[in-house]
């Protein structure tokens, strides 16, 4: 059975960084596309980007100056850092993985609110 | 990008009553190469990570009952449950994986009338 768990923190200041990783048991991120997705109070979902087992990385134009997106696969783990954060980044965030574009597996979410 | 435009918002079905939800994209998501179209249906329940239900628009994922299926075609999908029961009660939103930025649809939340 896949697992993806998200973990970091639930809170932080404006104009920090935003941290967060993504484990993942029951399957390897070798060869899957993983990917990281928000989903904002009261809007839709957004996709912010993924990284390849090759490490290739692409990054939703919306967030690109801000977002990197990396992996280790010897913990079978990618990570999230959003900059420069404000209080329009507060959500949920999801991680997720799969075959192309298409996601097999999403993690539970974790709630992130930036807040002084 | 490719907007994904779902309705309705919410829906309440009776019991053994059909429910269908409609996604419609902003350009084609259907590959000329391949013939088939990059839409994913999802099923989201309280406390529960996503779970695909339908791929490349009208294939069941494993192990997702018959009475979900999956139609549509080009920019115009639909999502149908033929005889709901209360375990479908969930939020369902569609995405189009044909091209970055991956975009989702709203979602439209399905209960029990």
């Known amino acids: 059975q896949v697992q993806l768990q998200e973990s970091g923190p639930g809170l932080v200041k404006p104009s920090e960084t935003l941290s967060l990783t993504c484990t993942v048991s029951?399957?390897?991120?070798?060869?899957?596309?993983s990917s990281w997705i928000r989903q904002s109070p009261g809007k839709g979902r957004e996709w912010m980007g993924y990284?390849?087992?090759?490490?290739?990385?692409n990054y939703n134009p919306s967030l690109k100056s801000r977002v990197t997106i990396s992996m280790d696969t010897s913990k079978n783990q990618f990570s999230l850092n959003l900059s420069s954060v404000t209080a329009a980044d507060t959500a949920v965030y999801y991680c997720?993985?799969?075959?192309?574009?298409?996601?097999?597996?999403w993690g539970l979410g974790t709630l992130v609110t930036v807040s002084s | 990008d490719i907007v994904m435009t779902q309705s309705p918002d919410s829906l309440a079905v009776s019991l053994g009553e059909r429910a269908t939800i409609n996604c419609k994209s902003s350009?084609?998501?259907?590959?000329?190469?391949?013939?088939?179209?990059?839409l994913g249906w999802y099923q989201q329940k309280p406390g529960q990570p996503p779970k695909p239900i339908v791929d490349?628009?009208?294939t069941r994922a494993s192990g997702v009952p018959d009475r979900f299926s999956g139609s549509g075609s080009g920019t115009d999908f639909t999502l149908t449950i033929s005889s709901l029961q209360a375990e479908d009660v969930a939020i369902y939103f569609c995405?189009?994986?044909?091209?970055?930025?991956?975009?989702f649809g709203q979602g439209t939340k399905v209960e029990i009338k």
């Open positions: 997720a993985t799969g075959v192309g574009f298409r996601i097999e597996y």
């Open positions: 029951g399957a390897s991120i070798s060869s899957r596309y």
């Open positions: 990284i390849h087992y090759s490490g290739t990385t």
């Open positions: 350009q084609s998501i259907l590959s000329s190469s391949n013939n088939k179209n990059y």
């Open positions: 490349w628009a009208s």
């Open positions: 995405q189009q994986y044909y091209s970055a930025p991956l975009t």
